[in-house]
């Protein structure tokens, strides 16, 4: 990076979020769309950690909980997350199997320790993997709605399999705990701010 | 950090000298595309929701769902959270956005105009975006298909290919509305109307 590279907070002015017009730093609204500004969005950090730990917490019932229980010709049984991809996994839909995986386990726990180790790193004040973290943090923003997949997957069995009482399908709390930790996750990405990541580059 | 904004030729692209973020292309016409697809979605959307999308048979017992049942079935089975989680981000989150769409870029295209609330509007559009889980509902749609195969008897309709479309069309329209093109477009616009106030 060259020296002479200059930030806008050293130039007195701040980055409206909304429309990208540079506005002085004094001001509190931005003059071409009005929306509010701010040098860095405010308490991102508390917030952010606020919406990870929720999304801790909610994971383990999302997981230990059925989210939906099947009744085919008056037996009762219920899936988990994990049990409904071991089941498209012994019908050989590998595919859809690994999609599934890929959206209910892997994304979540990797989004949550992603944004976990960028609070921790803003902490700890690292200099290092500076465009890296920039990357993860991009990849945890588009990356986190996906993992709406198994709930909408519930949805539309639920919504289709009501055929009298030979097979019927019922929603269960897992579902419920599942789609608070999308949320939840997805507010905790949003909360942060990613410029937060390079101010230790000025000081 | 800070840069200037260069000035580009439709074919190029900025990207951030620190991070190597993408910062700004010019693609021509992009926000009418955006218009176009947007108008494309109203159409295939109401024929999601009046044409049964997937239809499964078993043992003479029949059921049907048209786009709205989703959300419908959690609320008859007493999870109205869930209920209004996927109402939300399936049905109202999207047509929020095509309706705030329509009422920012058509008198702004055809008529060189802007409404009132312009402002409060955009800046909505832009951040409530990835609420909307079109693409996401449609995978799980393909999923629950394969999911139920080897259950009963399925048989895809009218409205599961409206649907594909429509999400086609609704990732077109949001991938060409670029937030810096709209705002200096909006800018030009508003010179535009300063300019022919002085010639009266
Ligand atoms: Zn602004």
Partial sequence: MSSDT?????????????????????????????????????KSLQISLAWIVTAIVFYIPANIFPVMSTYAFGRESASTIIGGIFELWEQKSYFIASIIFVASIVIPIVKILILLWLCLSLKLNLTETLRFRTHLYRLTLWVGRWSMIDVFVVAILVALLQLGGMLSIQPTVGSLAFASVVIATMLAAEAFDPRLIWDHLQD | MLMEYPILSHSQQA??????????????????????????????????????????????????????????????????????????????????????????????????????????????????????????????????????????????????????????????????????????YMDKIKCHQILKQQQL
Wanted: charged content about 10%; overall charge positive; aromatic content about 14%.
């Fill in chain 1, 6 to 42: 200059k930030t806008a907070a050293a130039l007195n002015l701040t980055l409206c979020l909304h429309c990208h017009k540079l506005n002085p730093s004094s001001w509190s609204v931005c003059s071409r769309c009005g929306g509010k500004i701010y040098p860095r969005k405010p």
């Fill in chain 2, 15 to 184: 990207h951030c000298q620190r991070c190597g973020n993408h910062l700004m292309s010019r693609p021509k016409h992009s926000l009418q595309f955006t218009l176009s697809f947007a108008i494309a979605c109203f159409i295939l959307f109401l024929t999601a929701n009046f044409f049964p999308m997937i239809s499964a048979e078993q043992a003479g017992f029949h059921n049907q769902m048209k786009l709205f049942e989703a959300a419908y079935a959690f609320f008859i089975h007493g999870e109205w959270m869930l209920s209004a989680i996927v109402l939300f981000v399936v049905i109202l989150m999207p047509l929020v956005l095509l309706a705030m769409i329509a009422y920012l870029l058509l008198p702004m295209i055809f008529f060189r105009t802007i409404l009132p609330y312009t402002n409060p509007v955009a800046r909505l559009v832009f951040s409530l975006q990835k609420w909307s889980m079109v693409d996401v509902y449609l995978v799980a749609m393909l999923a629950s298909v394969t999911k139920l195969t080897s259950m009963v008897t399925i048989e895809l309709g009218i409205g599961i290919w409206a649907y594909i479309a429509f999400s086609l069309c609704l990732s077109a329209a949001l991938a060409n509305l670029d937030k810096q093109r709209f705002w200096r």
